[in-house]
């Protein structure tokens, strides 16, 4: 995503700003952004019980998953 030339301006003022004034700046932008963030419509989520019900795994199929695994990683 490419930055709009508003934000490139602001990027380059802010790196002007001396460590109190970066500190100060963001001590007042956090609030609102906080505020924005707790305003937005959350996703909502696909719950993940019963994600795995009905597969049929045994402890010989995760050994082998394991040992592939760390076969592909040089160990």
Known sequence: MAESPALERLLELAKQLSAFDKIRLIERLAPQIEYELKSCNPVERKPLRGLWSGVDLSEED??????????????
């Open 62 to 75: 995760i050994a082998q998953a394991r040992r592939e695994t760390l076969a592909e990683w040089g160990e």
